[in-house]
């Protein structure tokens, strides 16, 4: 099940609120992040056993998505879409779709699975400690 933590608003989101509702749009952040996560350096993401196995968990206030395709083995990657920098929204197994343009990913190996996304998804480095997943973002 995917975490529904809420981000902001894409402006294109927004922009169509804004012209329905006749009124003008504060703060608004483009669809085409170039960020890979919220921050770089180590992420707390939350308890290993979260992810289930042959799986994924979708963290998106890190905008992070980490697979276990076998026992103890995980995978992470940036949960951004590589078509236009939406944050992918859903996961279901290993398929994890962005809602802008309806690319979908593999969650297990960031390939692309559906696009218009051409580009796979960018590798985090993951690792448990103390039970925990910890994802190492930045340089």
């Known amino acids: ?3 529904t933590t809420a981000l902001p608003p894409c402006r294109r989101t927004v922009l169509k609120g804004a012209a329905l509702a006749g009124v003008a749009g504060v703060g608004l952040t483009a669809c085409g ?3 890979t996560t919220v921050s770089d350096g180590p992420i707390e993401l939350g308890a290993a056993t979260e992810v289930p196995v042959g799986g994924a968990k979708l963290y998106r206030e890190a905008r992070i998505v980490v697979a276990q395709p ?3 083995t995980y995978q992470a990657f940036s ?4 078509h236009q920098g939406c944050t992918c929204d859903k ?4 398929a994890l779709s ?3 343009h309806g690319s979908v990913f593999d ?6 699975r559906t696009g218009p996304a051409t580009k796979p998804l960018t590798k985090v480095d993951v690792q448990v400690e103390d039970g925990k997943l910890v994802a190492v973002t930045g340089g």
Request: glycine residues 20%.
């Open 91 to 94: 996961v279901e197994g290993t």
């Open 33 to 35: 992040g170039s960020g």
């Open 98 to 100: 962005c809602p802008c």
């Open 79 to 82: 949960a951004v879409c590589t």
């Open 70 to 72: 076998t026992q103890g």
């Open 107 to 112: 969650a297990a190996t960031g390939a692309v």
């Open 1 to 3: 099940m995917a975490d």
